[in-house]
């Protein structure tokens, strides 16, 4: 293994270990001493998870992919799911449900979808597909 791949194996762990922490203080009110409204709270605590996995999921799929064109999608993909995914789960959930973190399946799973990094998740697998699929 020479140092470039065991740097990108450092660098990819790291990511992972941010995706980690993430996770395990997913219901940190990231709004504490921002506002006492709850909704708002709720849009700024989504807002910053959803931030936050998504740059680590691009240090990893950019670590991963050197293609310009994979690195496109990916930051492509973040922009959807930013400017009008979240947007959209953000005005359901709360004219709906409410700010309770306690969602509907339907929405539930819309929120898995949305906040979690499971479009990013998806592309590298889709990426090595594509790559055997072509050989």
């Known amino acids: 293994m020479n140092k470039l791949s065991s740097n990108k194996i450092i660098v990819i762990l790291l990511a992972a270990t941010g995706l980690l922490v993430v996770y395990l203080f997913q219901q940190?009110?990231?709004?504490n001493g921002l506002t006492n409204n709850s909704q708002a709270r709720f849009?700024?605590?989504k807002l910053v998870r959803l931030l936050l996995n998504d740059v680590f999921m691009l240090i990893i799929i950019y670590t991963l992919f050197q293609e310009k064109s994979v690195r496109r999608l990916a930051l492509f993909i973040?922009?959807?799911?930013f400017c009008v995914l979240l947007p959209l789960y953000?005005?359901?959930?709360l004219n709906l449900e409410g700010d309770a973190e306690i969602s509907s399946p339907?929405?539930?799973q819309?929120?898995?979808l949305i906040v979690n990094p499971t479009f990013m998740?998806?592309?590298i697998p889709a990426v090595y597909f594509q790559r055997l699929?072509?050989?």
């Open 78 to 81: 973040q922009a959807i799911d």
């Open 133 to 135: 699929s072509k050989k």
């Open 106 to 108: 339907l929405l539930s």
């Open 121 to 123: 998740i998806l592309l």
């Open 28 to 31: 940190t009110d990231y709004a």
């Open 90 to 93: 953000l005005f359901l959930k």
């Open 110 to 112: 819309l929120h898995r």
């Open 43 to 45: 849009i700024i605590s």
